[in-house]
């Protein structure tokens, strides 16, 4: 049941204190009842503006404006059967115990559905993929490669765009062109998604896991130096949630150990480093277009890179490791890492709004702050000095103690509203795939534990993340 204290008003009370009330509330609607708590009307935002402009006086009791033709809902029925009662003009509906008096509501947002993320579609890709489809070239050659590789170097700046069909791929790509292999060991942040570690063990190599920094959640500089061994060949710095990992260090500890870097960009695309957008910082950058990154092309992914023969070496593994110039020749054992040109499409499409989707999630971003910054016990994401944190997912810490409710407490009242919310990544040493690998992580244990990413999609509204921000406030202050 809900408690919707914060919606009832005595009937006899002035219009002026029902406005009050409506300004507190969010569902922009009072249940009026007499002095026994029976239910008599209803009363929105629009009736009393209605009302007032109709010579309506704000001294005035409740009683005189309000709605007394409602519909309710009964107490004694399952709440879906009370939610069939809703439709896109009732969007509140008060529920009545037997002496017709308030004791629970259900509304829209009940039914409404708020995802963690959901893509932007709107621009050019359609047009583009039926492009694809009316001329044909669907598979992995044509104008859309060229172009979204192409537009994704222009993009930052410089250096060589090579598409693949997922991050993951991209990731195992550079490994392997780099040529990491059986015996090597690769530094990887102990948070991240798990591809960045498969892809290692897929090379032969062992990944070795290291805490993340408190403030920035991505690989700790000073647990890099202590993991690193003589078999120790590369080093997978991970920008986490949109935030740049602390570069310079991690290049100057890679120089002075001969060590190569692969960043991995799946979840910071457009994120930068002091003014440098991330991805050409170390040896070759990784990026994805799965469906919930910053663009997407469905699955899909990039290499990025300066280096003229690394990118050859990455172009010939991504085709089978076919020679170019002998049809069928095999030089390596590679593979098929490609992307389609209906994939691109998509790609370029989205690639021509990023500007927008990042503005559009700054905007959201600074809407969640300035809701939840004065909560004690929630603590917002830290961005470095240095850092052009894109946010992929705002990932929010719950402190229990303070708070009074722990994460997955808060996130089944956030579902019960329909907003989804996911807890952040598990730290991999604890994870089934990689168990037992020594090591004290106390800030990825800490992060992971209390971590809890809200919606932060390219079409989530201003509006909507200050409604997932009050509910928020609400759950908690409840
Ligand atoms: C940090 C990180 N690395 C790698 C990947 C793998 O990318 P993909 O899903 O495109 O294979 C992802 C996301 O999915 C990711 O978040």
Not at 40 to 69: C, E, F, H, W
Not at 195 to 219: I, K, Q, Y
Not at 421 to 440: E, K
Request: glycine content about 8%; some cysteine.
């Amino acid at each position: 049941m809900r408690d919707i204290t914060g919606n009832l008003i005595i009937s006899g009370s002035t219009v002026k204190a029902a406005m009050q009330q409506l300004n507190e509330g969010i569902d922009g609607i009072l249940l009026c009842t007499d002095e026994d708590g029976v239910m008599q009307g209803l009363l929105t935002d629009g009736d009393v503006r209605r009302a007032l402009l109709q010579g309506a006086d704000l001294s005035d009791p409740v009683k005189s404006i309000m709605n007394r033709a409602f519909i309710s809902g009964n107490v004694e029925n399952s709440r879906e059967e009370n939610l069939k009662i809703l439709d896109s003009v009732i969007r509140h509906v008060p529920i009545l115990d037997s002496a017709g008096k308030p004791v629970d509501m259900v509304s829209w947002s009940e039914l409404w559905r708020l995802p963690i993320t959901t893509p932007s579609l709107a621009g050019n890709e359609l047009k583009y993929v039926a492009d694809c489809i009316e001329t044909v070239w669907i598979s992995s050659q044509g104008g859309y490669i060229e172009g979204f590789q192409n537009a994704f170097s222009a993009y930052h700046g410089s250096g060589m765009a090579l598409c693949t069909s997922s991050g993951t791929t991209a990731l195992h790509l550079a490994l392997v062109a780099l040529g990491i292999g059986p015996g090597d060991e690769v530094v990887v942040p102990d948070i991240t998604f798990g591809a960045s570690a498969n892809v290692v063990v897929h090379t032969g190599a062992r990944p070795v896991f290291v805490d993340v920094h408190p403030e920035t959640l991505t690989m700790d500089v000073q647990c890099l130096k202590g993991a690193i061994t003589e078999n120790t060949k590369a080093v997978m710095p991970v920008h986490l949630y949109g935030h740049p990992c602390d570069m310079d260090p991690i290049i100057e500890i890679a120089q002075n150990y001969d060590l190569r870097v692969v960043e991995d960009c799946a979840e910071a695309l457009g994120a930068e480093y002091k003014g440098q957008k991330v991805g050409l910082l170390g040896d070759v950058g990784c990026f994805s277009f799965f469906a919930n990154k910053v663009i997407t092309t469905g699955e899909g992914g990039m290499v990025l890179t300066k280096d003229h023969d690394l990118f050859d070496r990455l172009s010939l593994y991504r085709d089978h490791g076919m020679s170019k110039d002998r049809k069928y020749w095999h030089l390596v054992p590679g593979f098929n890492y490609r992307m389609t040109n209906l994939q691109a499409a998509v790609g370029l499409a989205q690639l021509e709004r990023i500007d927008h989707f990042l503005q559009q999630r700054d905007r959201v971003v600074d809407t969640y702050y300035n809701r939840l910054k004065d909560i004690a016990g929630i603590k917002t994401p830290l961005t470095a000095s240095w850092a052009r944190n894109i946010h992929w997912l705002y990932s929010i810490i719950v402190i229990p103690e303070i708070l009074g409710i722990d994460r997955e407490e808060l996130a089944l009242e956030l579902h019960k509203h329909g907003i989804e919310t996911r807890p952040v990544f598990p730290p991999l040493h604890a994870q089934p795939a990689y168990r037992g690998q020594d090591g004290s992580f106390p800030t990825s244990e800490y992060f992971a534990a209390h971590g809890l990413s809200l919606p932060t999609g390219n079409t989530l509204s201003v509006q909507e993340a200050d409604h997932v921000g009050e509910m928020i406030r609400r759950v908690v202050q409840a």
